[in-house]
T-cell receptor, first 116, second 112 residues
Framework: NAGVTQTPKFRVLKTGQSMTLLCAQD?????MYWYRQDPGMGLRLIHY???????AKGEVPDGYNVSRLKKQNFLLGLESAAPSQTSVYFC???????????????FGQGTRLTVV | GENVEQHPSTLSVQEGDSAVIKCTYS??????FPWYKQELGKRPQLIID?????GEKKDQRIAVTLNKTAKHFSLHITETQPEDSAVYFC???????????FGQGTRLTINP
């Protein structure tokens, strides 16, 4: 049971390049979230998903897209990276409907992205 | 939408003293309030949570209190130890929406 795994752990992009961050969870969780963490700004919600095939915007969605084609995976895409997207990105998952228990959010280990 | 404000942004206490971190939330429909601890370079991890039908919850040296009328909740750490040094985040979730919104974080430093 690996929990929540993010790929890659580190990445450096040039302005204008694109990339996809992968989040995978093996806990059968319904909900998945993407956050970015910047100094003094806490964890800001980018996009989230309440189930396979569904996505919704969070607090800071501009410049990002997401997809949830499989229940266990939540992808975060940057189509044209900008220096303002330099940040640490965290994925999280929660809620196991099959157990009818509202669980805590479990976080991945983070992805440090630098856009130059 | 939901907004969570957290204070203070930094907190320094002597080892053995107590630390208190406070959060306020905007949406009265919020019903779940977790607290996360993040050590340097690591992922946030849940340390305690409280639901809206409870006013206080305690786990050893850590306690959380909730005032639904005033829409604020607090984290209390007693008998602080060096390993309590970390960044602490509060969060709130709105019933039905399932968005989990975080405060800005508090950097807690325990001085020996």
């Amino acid at each position: 049971n690996a929990g929540v795994t993010q790929t890659p752990k580190f990445r450096v992009l040039k302005t204008g390049q694109s990339m996809t961050l992968l989040c995978a969870q093996d806990m059968n969780h319904e909900y998945m979230y993407w956050y970015r963490q910047d100094p003094g700004m806490g964890l800001r919600l980018i996009h989230y998903s309440v189930g396979e095939g569904t996505t919704a915007k969070g607090e800071v969605p501009d410049g990002y897209n997401v997809s949830r084609l499989k229940k266990q995976n939540f992808l975060l895409g940057l189509e044209s990276a900008a220096p303002s997207q330099t940040s640490v990105y965290f994925c999280a998952s929660s809620v196991d409907r099959a157990r009818r228990v509202d669980t805590e959010a479990f976080f991945g280990q983070g992805t440090r992205l630098t856009v130059v | 939408g939901e907004n969570v404000e957290q204070h203070p942004s930094t907190l320094s206490v002597q080892e053995g003293d107590s630390a208190v971190i406070k959060c306020t939330y905007s949406d009265s429909a919020s019903n779940y309030f977790p607290w996360y601890k993040q050590e340097l370079g690591k992922r946030p991890q849940l340390i305690i949570d409280i639901r809206s039908n409870v006013g206080e919850k305690k786990d050893q040296r850590i306690a959380v209190t909730l005032n639904k009328t005033a829409k604020h909740f607090s984290l209390h750490i007693t008998e602080t130890q060096p390993e309590d040094s970390a960044v602490y985040f509060c969060a709130a979730r709105i019933q039905g929406a399932q968005k989990l919104v975080f405060g800005q974080g508090t950097r807690l430093t325990i001085n020996p």
